[in-house]
């Protein structure tokens, strides 16, 4: 194989989530997720200290000009595009904890995972009041199909996910947590079930831990969250424009974007600048104006904007959605880092949660350049 000059970090990250990769052996690093309430169809990939979620098994990305060698036992590999070497990657190896049950037989793994390269990820509740129906939920959503393939459990009690993260930190030297939950009935949105399980998350093992839920109908939560320990929250809007946020998710688009405004708001005197987060999906339908327009906003309230493109995944009524062109990103990200690094925003500075850990956007590789 011939060696082609490497792109820049940026620039590889936002090809490889446009247009996934190819993996020699599929069944490199930990397992992939497929379905489920996050980065899904995904294999975890650290190119140049970044670890970065990259999809594997999407349409396009058996497609790919990106291909992965099978690594070796060390989880280091190459990569290569059209043939030529760009370089050399490496897949996080499958965490010790995996290997662990609760007393009551559950795999740990079914309680929660490892996002990124050291990040505890949970679905606190893996049923949503917006999924029930096709005419309410969000298009792009798979939290019911870990569910019903048997990869995870309903409702993960505190004490469970107490005891997983513990051993997540002791064996896996985890660095911190993401909860998040489908949105049950009740005006906390959620909020109640994730106090509760930070509090005894945190009596059981010092991690930091990023709550994530959609805007209560009351600001008391917050405290409520915060007082529990909750160090860092994300409400995301996924979709800034209404028309598109009415047709991509037609359930969660009745909660307006003034409404996760005012929260935003509320939540940042709480939590402090940069410590409250909304993930903004870019491909779905948003120009490059209204992402930044929403963006400007957002920083100046002291919120992260954390834009990610958009991936489909399989199962869902946008599976055959096509991903952002890797441009679209690069004209998004380039200015948006540039405002963050400006206003003091940073991804290393975010406690715990998307955001610090980064591996679904090029966003932080951007401002690492701009900081180095």
Not at 123 to 150: E, H, N
Not at 323 to 340: N, Q, R
């Amino acid at each position: 194989m011939d060696t082609l000059p490497s792109p820049s970090t940026e620039t590889l990250i936002n090809e490889l989530q446009s247009y996934g990769a190819r993996l020699v052996d599929p069944k490199a690093g930990h397992e992939s997720r497929r379905g489920g309430a996050g980065p899904s169809d995904h294999k975890a990939l650290t190119i140049d200290g970044m670890t970065v979620m990259v999809p594997v098994h999407t349409a396009p990305a058996f497609e790919s000009p990106y291909l992965v060698e099978k690594p070796d036992e060390a989880g280091k590999s190459r990569i290569s595009r059209d043939g030529k070497v760009l370089g050399e990657v490496s897949f996080p190896l499958r965490p010790r904890f995996y290997e662990k049950t609760t007393a009551d037989g559950i795999p740990y793994s079914k309680i929660a995972v490892l996002h990124g390269r050291d990040v505890l990820a949970t679905t606190v509740l893996q049923t949503c009041i917006r999924y029930q129906s096709r005419t309410k939920t969000c298009q792009f959503c798979a939290i019911g199909q870990s569910l019903a393939a048997g990869r995870t459990i309903a409702h993960k009690t505190p004490e469970q996910l107490a005891e997983v993260a513990k051993a997540a930190v002791e064996l896996d030297g985890v660095r911190h947590m993401v909860m998040t939950t489908g949105t049950p009935k009740g005006d906390d949105r959620g909020a109640a079930i994730l106090a509760e399980s930070a509090r005894t998350i945190k009596a059981a093992v010092d991690l930091p831990i990023q709550a994530q839920c959609e805007p209560p109908e009351d600001d008391v939560w917050f405290e409520r969250m915060k007082e529990a320990g909750v160090d860092a929250l994300g409400m995301h809007l996924e979709v800034v424009t209404p028309e598109v946020r009415a047709r991509i998710m037609p359930g969660k688009a009745q909660v307006s974007v003034e409404k996760y405004m005012a929260s935003f708001k509320a939540a940042v005197k709480v939590f402090g600048r940069g410590q409250v987060s909304t993930y903004i999906l870019a491909g779905l339908g948003d120009t490059r104006e209204a992402i930044l327009d929403m963006c400007e906003k957002l920083v100046e309230i002291g919120v992260y904007p954390f834009v990610v493109p958009f991936v489909p995944i399989s199962g869902t009524p946008l599976e055959s959605h096509p991903t952002p062109k890797p441009d679209f990103m690069h004209a998004i990200l380039k200015p948006l880092s540039e405002m963050l690094v400006t206003s003091g925003l940073k991804a290393v500075d975010i406690k715990a949660g998307c955001g610090k850990c980064g591996a679904c956007s090029a966003l932080s590789t951007y401002e690492r350049r701009l900081t180095a």
